[in-house]
C-alpha cells in the first residue's frame, strides 16, 4: 500500500511520542507498523540535522572561497617574487625553495575558517541565552539578512487561548439571536450544545483534560464533564467509544444522562474542519456533528438549511475580529453505517444541518504591535500566513498594525475556470484613504482611483489581501501577475501548510530572504522552506524549524534579527581582519627578502599568538546593538565597500612599511652588515667584548618592520571591529578592550625598552631613540588615516548612495526591478475590475483581459470584454 505522510500523519506515531489512549475495534490488540527506525525516523532526523548539518549554500561562504583563492594567487606571485630575488643574489635552491615555501604559508590564512565557525558559535550561545535555539547555526547569518518575515496568526500574533464571545444559533434557515456567554448563562439543551459537548478530540491525561485549546475552550463553555470511557467490546457491536460527556453540576439541565463520541475525524488544517460520531444514551439513532472553517462546513450542509444571510453575518464577526467556527450535525441510523473502523469521512460528512456559529475572540498578543511597529521602522516587510478567516485576517491584520490605518487594502478574489468562462480575478478596494485623519473601513470606491496620488507613494501604502483559493488560481493561472501581487500581498488566508510553504518559496524567488514565525503543524512546511524558521512551539513545528524559542511571542524575531547582523557584520570583520592580517605580512616579507632577510621566529609567534589568535578568538564577542537600523547590512563579500576598505588599507600598508623601509636606509648611523652601529648594546665593554655574533633576523630591517607591522595588525583589529548600527561598540567588549590594550603596552615595551635580553629573546637590535618615536608617529599616523578613512568613508552610508545615485547603480533584485517597473506602470495598482485569463496559442502564453466592472461581477460582461480585446 502507497504511504503518505502527509494524509497518514495523524495515524503516525513519532518516536518520541508518548501513547496515551487507544482504541480497538475487535477484541485484537492494537497493532502497528513500523515505518522507519533510527536516522530515518523524525527524531533521528533531528539528531542527525544536528550531527551532520545539511550544507548550506550560502553566498557568503562561496565569496569567501572565491576571496581566499584570489589571495592565493597573491601568495604565488610572492612565490616568483621570492624565487627571483633569491636566484637573483645567488642562493642555494635549498634557501630559495624554503623562502618561497615560507612565502606561501604567509599568504594562506588557516584561521579564517575556525574564526567564522567560531563567529557563529558565539552567536548561537548568545541567542540560548536569549531562548532562542538554534540547529542550523549558518543560518544566523542569513538572520541577519532577512527583509521580510511571514507570521501566523493564531497563537503566534495572536493569543492561543480564546475566549469564548457567543453562539449565534441557526433555526429553519435563519439566524436567531446571538446567545453571549456570561459566566451566569449556560446554553440550554439544544444542538448546539450536543455539538459544541462532543464535537472535539479532548482526552485527559493525569486526570487533566488536555487537547486544542479552541476545543478545551467550546468544551468548558457548556459546563459538561468529561470522561474517557472504555467500551465494553462486544464482538457483535460495531461501536466502539471514546469518550463520554455528561452535564456537569453547573451545566444547564439537560434530559440525558450523557453522551457517546463514538468515533472521531480528527481536525486537519488542509481540511479545515474536524467531525464526529455520537450517541446519545439510551437513543438509539446516531448523530454526526461537525465543527470548522464556517466556509467549509457549509459545503457539507444541506443548501436549504443555510441562512441567506450567512455570508453576511459571518463578514459580521470576522471584520471585528472574531474567530468565527461553523457547526453542523445529522441524524444517522445505526444499522445504516459501516464498521467504524472502515468508515469513510465521506460517508457521514454530507448532508448536514446548518447549526450555527461558535464566536470566539482571539486577543492580540501585547508584544504583537510593538514588534510589528520594530520591524516596519527597520524596514522590514510583514506578512501574514494563516489559516484562519479573510476578514478576521484583515481586522487583525490592521489591529496589530501590519496593516496602517492609512493604507489601502485591496482584496484580491480569483475564480477557477468555469465551463465557458476563464480563469479570472477581482480586484475589489476595502480601504478608503484616511481622510481628515478619519478612517473608514467600509468597502468604497478607492479615491486612489482618480490618481490624486502619486504611484510610489501608492505602493508603499498598498496592501493586497486574499485567501488560500484565490492565492492557488493566482499560481496556476496568473503566473506573470503574481510576483506583482506578491510585492504588496500582506494578508493571505485560509492557506493550507502546503499553500504557505509555497508562498515563501514564491517570495524566495523574487530575492527576498524570508523569514517565517509559526507555532502549529501546519506552518511546519514554511518553517522549513524559509531562509530562517523560528517556532514557537517546542511541538511539530520546532523538529522542522532551524530555530525554536522559548519565548512564547513574536519578540524573538528581532532578537534573532539583531543577532543575525551582528554575527553577519562580525563575519565579515574577522574576513577584513585577517586578509589584512595576510596581505601585512605579505607586504613585509616582501621588503624584507628584498635584502634577504625576514622576522625572526618569536616576532612571527608574538604577531600570532598576541594578535592573530586573541582577535580571532574575541572579535565575535560584541553584543548585538539594542536597536534595529532601518536598513541591512551586506552579505557580500564582492561589494564595492568592502574591496575598496581592502584596497585602501593594502595602500596604507605599502606606503607605511615603504616609508618605514626606505627611511631606515637613510639614517646616518644605518648599515647592514654592522648591527651596532647605531648604538651598542648596555653591556658591552671595550675591555671585555661580550658581543655575540648577531642572528638571521637580528638586524635594522627587521627591527623597524616589526613594531611596524605589529602595531598595524593592532589598528586593523581596532578599525575593523565596527560597532553601531549592527553591533554594540568595541569598548562594551572587554575582554578584546582589555586585550588591545595589553597589545599596545607589549609592543611599546620591544620599542622603547633598552634591555639587552629582551633584544635577544625578540631577535632585536639597539636603535637610537628618536627613530623609535618616528616609528610611534608613523604608526599612529597611519591609525588616524585608517580610522578616518574606514568610519568616515567606507561606512559612510549617505555617501556610498550618493555615489550609486550618481553612477545610476540600480539593485538586481528582482524585487526592487519589479518595485521599478510597477512605479511606470499607470495601470498598477488595477481597481474596480475583473481580470481574465486566457490561455492561447502555447501552452504558458497567458494573456491577461482586462474587464472594468465595477459591481465585481463574477460574470464578465461580454460587450465590455470584447470593447477591451
Ligand atoms: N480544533 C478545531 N476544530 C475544528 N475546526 C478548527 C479547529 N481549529 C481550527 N479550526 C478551523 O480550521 C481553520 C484552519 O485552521 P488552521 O489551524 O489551519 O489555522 P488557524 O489556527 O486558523 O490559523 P493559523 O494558521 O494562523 O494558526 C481555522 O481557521 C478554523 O476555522
Known amino acids: 500500500m502507497a504511504h503518505s505522510d502527509e494524509d497518514y500523519k495523524k495515524h503516525v506515531l513519532y518516536c518520541g511520542t508518548e501513547v496515551i489512549q487507544t482504541k480497538r475495534h475487535s477484541q485484537d490488540l492494537v497493532k502497528a507498523v513500523v515505518l522507519q527506525t533510527g536516522f530515518n525516523t523524525a527524531k533521528g532526523e533531528l539528531v542527525r540535522a544536528i550531527l551532520y548539518n545539511k550544507p548550506m549554500n550560502v553566498k557568503l561562504h562561496r565569496e569567501a572561497i572565491r576571496f581566499l583563492m584570489v589571495l592565493v594567487a597573491f601568495s604565488i606571485l610572492g612565490v616568483i617574487y621570492t624565487a627571483a630575488v633569491y636566484i637573483k643574489n645567488g642562493a642555494s635552491v635549498y634557501d630559495t625553495v624554503v623562502m618561497s615555501l615560507l612565502m606561501l604559508t604567509v599568504g594562506i590564512n588557516a584561521a579564517l575558517p575556525a574564526s567564522l565557525t567560531l563567529c557563529l558559535l558565539y552567536g548561537q550561545i548568545r541567542l540560548k541565552k536569549k531562548g532562542i535555539f538554534c540547529i542550523s547555526p549558518q543560518r544566523i547569518n542569513l538572520a541577519g539578512q532577512l527583509n521580510l518575515v511571514c507570521f501566523d496568526k493564531t497563537g503566534t500574533l495572536t493569543e492561543d487561548i480564546l475566549d469564548l464571545y457567543g453562539v449565534l444559533p441557526c433555526e429553519k434557515n435563519c439566524f436567531?439571536?446571538?446567545?453571549?456567554?456570561?459566566?451566569?448563562?449556560?446554553?440550554?439543551?439544544?444542538?448546539?450544545?450536543?455539538?459544541?459537548?462532543?464535537?472535539?478530540?479532548?482526552?485527559?491525561?493525569?486526570?487533566?483534560?488536555?487537547?486544542?485549546?479552541?476545543?478545551?475552550?467550546?468544551?468548558?463553555?457548556?459546563?459538561?464533564?468529561?470522561?474517557?470511557?472504555?467500551?465494553?467490546?462486544?464482538?457483535?457491536?460495531?461501536?466502539?467509544?471514546?469518550?463520554?460527556?455528561?452535564?456537569?453540576?453547573?451545566?444547564?439541565?439537560?434530559?440525558?444522562?450523557?453522551?457517546?463520541?463514538?468515533?472521531?475525524?480528527?481536525?486537519?488544517?488542509?481540511?479545515?474542519?474536524?467531525?464526529?460520531?455520537?450517541?446519545?444514551?439510551?437513543?438509539?439513532?446516531?448523530?454526526?456533528?461537525?465543527?470548522?472553517?464556517?466556509?467549509?462546513?457549509?459545503?457539507?450542509?444541506?443548501?436549504?438549511?443555510?441562512?441567506?444571510?450567512?455570508?453576511?453575518?459571518?463578514?459580521?464577526?470576522?471584520?471585528?475580529?472574531?474567530?468565527v467556527i461553523g457547526l453542523a450535525y445529522r441524524t444517522v441510523l445505526k444499522e445504516g453505517l459501516p464498521v467504524f473502523s472502515d468508515i469513510d469521512r465521506e460517508v457521514v460528512e454530507c448532508d448536514l444541518t446548518f447549526l450555527g456559529l461558535l464566536i470566539l475572540e482571539n486577543r492580540l498578543k501585547s508584544e504583537t504591535n510593538s514588534v510589528l511597529e520594530e520591524l516596519t521602522e527597520a524596514n522590514i516587510r510583514a506578512v501574514m500566513v494563516t489559516g484562519d478567516n479573510l476578514q478576521t485576517a484583515v481586522t487583525v491584520g490592521k489591529k496589530s498594525g501590519m496593516i496602517p490605518f492609512n493604507c489601502n487594502i485591496i482584496m484580491l478574489e480569483a475564480c477557477e475556470p468555469q465551463k465557458d468562462l476563464p480563469a479570472s480575478v477581482t480586484w475589489k478596494c476595502l480601504t478608503e484613504i484616511q481622510a481628515n485623519g478619519d478612517h473608514k473601513d467600509k468597502e468604497s470606491q478607492c479615491n486612489f482611483g482618480e490618481r490624486l496620488i502619486n504611484i510610489p507613494t501608492i505602493l508603499g501604502n498598498l496592501h493586497f489581501a486574499m485567501n488560500g483559493k484565490s492565492y492557488q488560481v493566482l499560481t496556476q493561472h496568473f503566473s506573470n501577475l503574481l510576483p506583482k501581487i506578491l510585492l504588496n500581498g500582506t494578508i493571505f488566508a485560509r492557506m493550507t501548510p502546503k499553500q504557505k510553504s509555497t508562498l515563501i518559496e514564491e517570495l524566495q524567488k523574487l530575492d527576498y530572504f524570508v523569514g517565517m514565525c509559526g507555532d502549529g503543524a501546519n506552518d511546519c512546511g514554511a518553517l522549513k522552506m524559509a531562509h530562517v524558521g523560528i517556532s514557537l512551539s517546542e511541538l511539530e513545528a520546532s523538529v522542522a524549524s532551524p530555530f525554536t524559542s522559548k519565548i512564547p511571542n513574536i519578540e524573538c524575531v528581532p532578537l534573532l534579527i539583531k543577532e543575525g547582523r551582528n554575527t553577519l557584520i562580525t563575519s565579515l570583520s574577522i574576513f577584513k581582519f585577517l586578509t589584512m592580517f595576510q596581505l601585512i605580512g605579505i607586504v613585509c616579507v616582501v621588503f624584507l627578502f628584498w635584502r634577504l632577510t625576514l622576522l625572526g621566529n618569536y616576532q612571527y609567534l608574538l604577531q600570532d599568538l598576541a594578535i592573530n589568535i586573541i582577535c580571532t578568538l574575541t572579535m565575535s564577542l560584541n553584543h548585538a546593538a539594542p536597536k534595529l537600523a532601518p536598513y541591512r547590512p551586506s552579505g557580500q563579500l564582492f561589494s564595492p565597500p568592502l574591496l575598496l576598505s581592502i584596497?585602501?588599507?593594502?595602500?596604507?600598508?605599502?606606503?607605511?612599511?615603504?616609508?618605514?623601509?626606505?627611511?631606515?636606509?637613510?639614517?646616518?648611523?644605518?648599515?647592514?652588515?654592522?648591527?651596532?652601529?647605531?648604538?651598542?648594546?648596555?653591556?658591552?665593554?671595550?675591555?671585555?667584548?661580550?658581543?655575540?655574533?648577531?642572528?638571521?633576523?637580528?638586524?635594522?630591517?627587521?627591527?623597524?618592520?616589526?613594531?611596524?607591522?605589529?602595531?598595524?595588525?593592532?589598528?586593523?583589529?581596532?578599525?575593523?571591529?565596527?560597532?553601531?548600527?549592527?553591533?554594540?561598540?568595541?569598548?562594551?567588549?572587554?575582554?578584546?578592550?582589555?586585550?588591545?590594550?595589553?597589545?599596545?603596552?607589549?609592543?611599546?615595551?620591544i620599542l622603547f625598552a633598552d634591555i639587552d635580553s629582551l633584544y635577544t629573546a625578540i631577535e632585536t637590535v639597539c636603535t637610537p631613540y628618536y627613530w623609535r618615536v618616528n616609528i610611534l608617529i608613523m604608526v599612529l599616523t597611519l591609525f588616524f588615516v585608517s580610522y578616518i578613512a574606514e568610519t568616515w568613508f567606507i561606512d559612510n552610508r549617505e555617501l556610498w548612495l550618493w555615489i550609486k545615485r550618481l553612477f545610476k547603480y540600480k539593485s538586481k533584485s528582482q524585487y526592487r526591478k519589479l518595485q521599478r517597473k510597477i512605479q511606470k506602470d499607470p495601470e498598477w495598482p488595477?481597481?474596480?475590475?475583473?481580470?481574465?485569463?486566457?490561455?492561447?496559442?502555447?501552452?504558458?502564453?497567458?494573456?491577461?483581459?482586462?474587464?472594468?466592472?465595477?459591481?465585481?461581477?463574477?460574470v464578465p460582461n461580454s460587450e465590455k470584454e470584447s470593447e477591451q480585446l
Request: aromatic share 12%.
Open 176 to 323: 436567531q439571536d446571538i446567545i453571549l456567554f456570561t459566566s451566569s448563562n449556560n446554553l440550554c439543551w439544544c444542538p448546539i450544545l450536543q455539538a459544541m459537548a462532543s464535537c472535539h478530540s479532548l482526552i485527559t491525561l493525569d486526570g487533566e483534560l488536555q487537547g486544542d485549546p479552541l476545543d478545551l475552550k467550546m468544551f468548558g463553555g457548556t459546563g459538561w464533564e468529561f470522561e474517557d470511557y472504555k467500551a465494553k467490546i462486544k464482538e457483535d457491536d460495531p461501536l466502539n467509544c471514546c469518550a463520554m460527556v455528561k452535564p456537569g453540576p453547573n451545566a444547564a439541565k439537560a434530559p440525558v444522562e450523557g453522551i457517546l463520541i463514538l468515533h472521531q475525524f480528527p481536525f486537519s488544517s488542509s481540511l479545515q474542519r474536524m467531525s464526529v460520531i455520537t450517541q446519545i444514551i439510551g437513543e438509539s439513532n446516531l448523530t454526526v456533528f461537525m465543527k470548522g472553517a464556517p466556509e467549509m462546513v457549509v459545503r457539507f450542509c444541506k443548501p436549504e438549511t443555510i441562512p441567506d444571510s450567512f455570508s453576511t453575518k459571518l463578514d459580521d464577526y470576522t471584520v471585528q475580529g472574531f474567530r
Open 647 to 749: 584596497f585602501m588599507h593594502f595602500t596604507f600598508t605599502l606606503i607605511v612599511q615603504g616609508t618605514a623601509f626606505f627611511l631606515l636606509q637613510e639614517q646616518p648611523w644605518f648599515s647592514e652588515t654592522d648591527v651596532f652601529s647605531a648604538c651598542l648594546p648596555l653591556n658591552y665593554s671595550t675591555v671585555n667584548i661580550t658581543v655575540t655574533q648577531p642572528r638571521h633576523a637580528e638586524n635594522f630591517f627587521t627591527t623597524t618592520m616589526f613594531p611596524v607591522t605589529g602595531f598595524h595588525l593592532i589598528i586593523s583589529e581596532i578599525v575593523f571591529a565596527k560597532g553601531k548600527p549592527f553591533r554594540q561598540p568595541l569598548y562594551t567588549n572587554y575582554l578584546l578592550s582589555t586585550l588591545i590594550i595589553i597589545q599596545v603596552a607589549i609592543y611599546l615595551f
Open 830 to 858: 488595477p481597481q474596480n475590475r475583473t481580470d481574465y485569463a486566457v490561455q492561447n496559442v502555447s501552452e504558458g502564453d497567458c494573456r491577461i483581459v482586462v474587464c472594468n466592472n465595477s459591481h465585481y461581477s463574477s
